[in-house]
């Protein structure tokens, strides 16, 4: 006769449901635990990363039909409890009125709740790279730490730490270019971050922002602003639609400076001579 493989429990055991065997496992449990906890006790994270909340609209909607589907980190700060991560989520859930909110309240000093905001906010991808610098930038000048114990700390190779805290030189005016374009690559931040003053700074960022550079041209064009090279190849001139699927042009001069009006000049000559054509 074949035998026949069982699987599961055997049929002398039973599986507990109740309610005490629950209890039991939870109180074995030596993590964090979820608590609610008045809004009115939870106060903002002097040290946020994150300089702007953004537009938190769709948030405070989702939150207001689903509530909060991930609780807040905090921890006990005098009598009170202090935000580590997930202030967008407090601000929201304040704006719509909620009481009290769901926390995971967690035992530690300040410099690891700012690791673990910083953690938790670049694995969400909520900073921009100047946040992020400045927030690896408040590690070194509130705690000490060098670049190696950052790279430890946040899972990032100590090259990478380096270059991103070179960011932290760029100085506002030259942030605002960047910002206000909304076309600059990580890359290209980092290579005007590289220059040695802030008007070299100035200049390369605005070039991009104006002709639209590639990096490979963003790197021609800082070798020669660093003194690294006496002369560009070319003048280039990029334009990219914002529907940019559609088609790209890029003009190249045999000089090293064009001024505007020569680029207008020019491209009236190309729509002369297409126009012309039969």
Excluded: W
């Excluded at 005490?20 to 635990?33: A, E, K």
């Excluded at 005098?78 to 997930?86: D, T, Y």
């Excluded at 900073?127 to 000490?144: C, K, T, V």
């Excluded at 550079?213 to 690294?228: F, I, V």
């Amino acid at each position: 006769m074949q035998k026949i493989k069982k699987s599961g429990l055997p049929e002398t055991v039973g599986m507990k449901h109740n309610g005490h065997f629950v209890d039991l496992i939870s109180s074995r449990s030596m993590g964090p635990r979820i608590r609610m906890i008045p809004i009115e006790h939870i106060d903002p994270n002097p040290h946020q990363a994150r300089s702007e909340l953004g537009n938190i609209q769709e948030l405070m909607d989702s939150i207001r039909i689903k509530g909060i589907l991930e609780p807040i980190l905090v921890r006990s700060k005098a009598n009170r409890f202090e935000i580590i991560a997930g202030e967008r989520r407090y601000i929201a859930s304040k704006n719509i009125g909620l009481r009290e909110i769901p926390c995971i309240e967690m035992d530690v000093q300040e410099n690891e709740a700012m690791e673990i905001a910083l953690i938790e906010n670049l694995q969400r991808k909520d900073l921009d790279i100047f946040e992020e610098a400045d927030g690896l930038q408040s590690l070194i000048s509130l705690y000490g730490y060098n670049h190696q114990q950052i790279s430890e700390k946040i899972g990032k190779a100590r090259s990478t730490i380096t270059e991103i805290l070179s960011i932290t030189k760029i100085p506002a005016a030259v942030r605002d270019i960047i910002k206000g374009s909304g076309m600059f690559s990580r890359t290209t931040i980092i290579e005007i971050a590289k220059q040695k003053t802030a008007d070299d700074m100035q200049k390369l960022a605005k070039e991009i922002a104006e002709r639209h550079l590639t990096r490979e041209d963003t790197r021609d064009l800082a070798k020669y602003l660093k003194g690294k090279t006496k002369k560009i190849k070319f003048y280039v001139y990029n334009f990219v639609p914002e529907d940019s699927d559609k088609y790209r042009m890029r003009l190249e001069f045999k000089k090293q400076t064009v001024s505007k009006q020569e680029i207008i000049q020019i491209l009236e000559e190309i729509i002369q001579k297409l126009k012309s054509r039969d």
